[in-house]
């Protein structure tokens, strides 16, 4: 269905809007506290978990790997993910009027597609490491040095935040005439796009083309990888060698089907669909739990964490 807009001087004599409206997530009253509370504990738990995490795998000798080193700016970059958009959240939650202004909402645009980029981005990365470190232990040092580890990182940082400048310099150079309600708790895209009353369809285009590339590549690169090592396990004569190759993916794996997953469900859905409930449970799941448990889930399943914490 195309979008009716209307023609050039009508655009032009009407005024852009400096503000936006979220609808939040919510409009029970009776929920709201409970809401907050709730999610204010969530946080809590994901900057300290995070940052605990960071702080062990840099002081403690037995963590200085790959593995760890890739992990460690995991839970850096969730830290600024969820505080990209849980705090505005929570704010939102105990307020009257539920407003962000044009540019903060270009921020928070910028800033959540970069980091969900650079969240993808690392866990390819560290799925490429386990491959190496399974499919080619003797030589794993030799091709995941120090310098490659810090190019790689580099890499997923500098991809994630040039796509995210494409997307928000393609969206926020639109018009925005009003109305100006965007029903969610934070400026995703798609909403955002939906306001404008200038043509669309070039920015949705961009999205579309890198949200699925920076969602479709990792993965490629994951699935591939993970092909390879089920391969050279199965190749594996001893039952412990086996047993020993899957418990050092398991961590990896529960933190990329839970990602995954959570981009599958809400992300996957007709264009024309209206936004629901579900998709908010979904999106709040994805902004504000995900990032606790990844360090959570390394703590509780990998041995040589779980013994520097004990």
């Keep these: 269905m195309k979008k009716n807009l209307p023609d050039e001087k009508d655009v032009s004599n009407k005024t852009q809007v400096s503000m936006f409206v979220l609808s939040g997530l919510t409009n029970d009253k009776s929920l709201e506290t409970f809401l907050f509370i709730f999610f204010l504990h969530v946080y809590i738990v994901t900057i300290v978990a995070n940052l605990g995490l960071v702080v062990i795998v840099s002081n403690t000798s037995n963590l200085q790997s790959p593995m760890y080193y890739f992990l460690s700016y995991l839970s850096l970059v969730d830290i600024f993910y969820s505080s990209t958009i849980t705090p505005k959240m929570l704010s939102d939650l105990m307020s009257m009027t539920r407003t962000i202004s044009f540019e903060g909402c270009a921020l928070q645009f910028f800033f959540y597609g970069a980091l969900a980029s650079i969240d993808s981005l690392l866990l390819s990365t560290m799925s490429y490491d386990r491959y190496v470190a399974i499919c080619h232990?003797?030589?794993?040092?030799?091709?995941?040095?120090?310098?490659?580890?810090?190019?790689?990182?580099?890499?997923?940082?500098?991809?994630?935040?040039?796509?995210?400048?494409?997307?928000?310099?393609?969206?926020?150079?639109?018009?925005?005439?009003?109305?100006?309600?965007?029903?969610?708790?934070?400026?995703?895209?798609?909403?955002?796009?939906?306001?404008?009353?200038?043509?669309?369809?070039?920015?949705e285009?961009?999205?579309?083309?890198?949200?699925?590339?920076?969602?479709?590549?990792?993965?490629?690169?994951?699935?591939?990888?993970?092909?390879?090592?089920?391969?050279?396990?199965?190749?594996?004569?001893?039952?412990?060698?086996?047993?020993?190759?899957?418990?050092?993916?398991?961590?990896h794996l529960t933190c990329i089907s839970i990602f995954y997953g959570t981009?599958?469900?809400?992300?996957?859905?007709?264009?024309?669909?209206?936004?629901?409930?579900?998709?908010?449970?979904?999106?709040?799941?994805?902004?504000?739990?995900?990032?606790?448990?990844?360090?959570?889930?390394?703590?509780?399943?990998?041995?040589?964490?779980?013994?520097?914490?004990?």
């Excluded at 998709?279 to 995900?290: E, G």
Aim: include cysteine; aromatic fraction near 12%; hydrophobic fraction near 45%.
């Design 205 to 251: 285009l961009v999205t579309v083309y890198l949200v699925s590339a920076m969602a479709m590549g990792p993965l490629l690169t994951i699935l591939l990888s993970y092909f390879l090592i089920i391969f050279s396990i199965l190749r594996m004569k001893s039952a412990e060698v086996k047993k020993k190759a899957f418990s050092t993916c398991s961590s």
């Design 263 to 310: 981009i599958f469900f809400t992300y996957l859905q007709p264009p024309s669909r209206a936004f629901t409930l579900q998709d908010k449970v979904a999106l709040v799941f994805y902004t504000a739990v995900t990032p606790m448990l990844n360090p959570l889930i390394y703590s509780l399943r990998n041995q040589d964490v779980k013994k520097t914490i004990i």
């Design 137 to 203: 232990p003797l030589h794993y040092m030799s091709i995941m040095t120090k310098k490659k580890c810090l190019r790689l990182v580099l890499l997923c940082f500098s991809v994630g935040f040039l796509q995210s400048s494409v997307q928000t310099s393609c969206a926020f150079s639109l018009q925005y005439c009003g109305p100006n309600l965007i029903d969610h708790f934070y400026c995703d895209a798609p909403l955002v796009l939906r306001l404008s009353c200038s043509d669309t369809v070039p920015c």
